[in-house]
């Protein structure tokens, strides 16, 4: 399933795999927007709110790690799935950069289609999830109003059971008064 196109913020800085990644997104529709620091990324992701953030790990000034925990740290940039890209292949890496909130490790030289594919299903969840929280809102807001609406119900069904009960209770005393000289 392809999803439409979307926004995708590159930190890298090297211009072969600048020139690489954008060329394979843009070729696919995505509109690409690079920079080459951790620093200008994160100015760059507040400024343009990305749909997906790929991500190199050694780069001058703060490495990739230190750039996707100031991300994180911003509440208007942290749900953006961030794609880690590296060609350190260790465990250690691949581990440290999930546990910072990464969705996926692309290893270096990266492969162009397999960039796609990944980019695609990652934007392709992202939406499925923000659809998938807006519904769950939406089904929120509607049990709050009907539960509002139940309670009101509620409270009439309780007047009328009391205004039942004085009713019984008056004609019962009414009825036995009259009786009473009888009896």
């Known amino acids: 399933m392809k999803p439409p196109p979307g926004k ?3 930190i890298e800085d090297t211009l072969s795999t600048i020139q690489l990644v954008s060329d394979a997104l843009a070729e696919v529709g995505h509109q690409v927007y690079v920079a080459n ?3 200008k990324g994160i100015a760059r992701a507040a400024k343009v709110i990305p749909d997906l953030i790929i991500l190199d790990i050694m780069m001058p000034g703060i490495d990739g790690y ?4 100031r991300l994180k ?3 208007e940039l942290s749900d953006i799935p961030i794609i880690f890209s590296s060609a350190l292949r260790e465990a250690f890496d691949k581990v440290k950069a999930f546990n910072l909130g990464a969705v996926d490790y692309l290893p270096k030289p990266i492969e162009p289609l397999e960039l796609i594919e990944r980019v ?8 499925l999830r923000h659809n998938l929280e807006q519904e ?3 089904r929120t807001e509607q049990l709050k109003l009907k539960n509002a609406e139940l309670s009101i119900a509620w409270k009439k ?4 059971n009391r205004t039942k009960q004085e009713f019984l209770s008056v004609l019962s005393h ?4 009259p009786l009473n000289p009888v009896i």
């Open 37 to 39: 620091t951790g620093e």
């Open 136 to 138: 769950v809102e939406a």
């Open 8 to 10: 995708i913020l590159l």
């Open 120 to 127: 695609n299903t990652h934007l392709s969840l992202h939406r």
């Open 174 to 177: 009414e009825l036995k008064t």
């Open 73 to 75: 740290d911003s509440p």
């Open 66 to 69: 230190e750039t996707c925990i």
């Open 157 to 160: 069904a309780e007047e009328s």
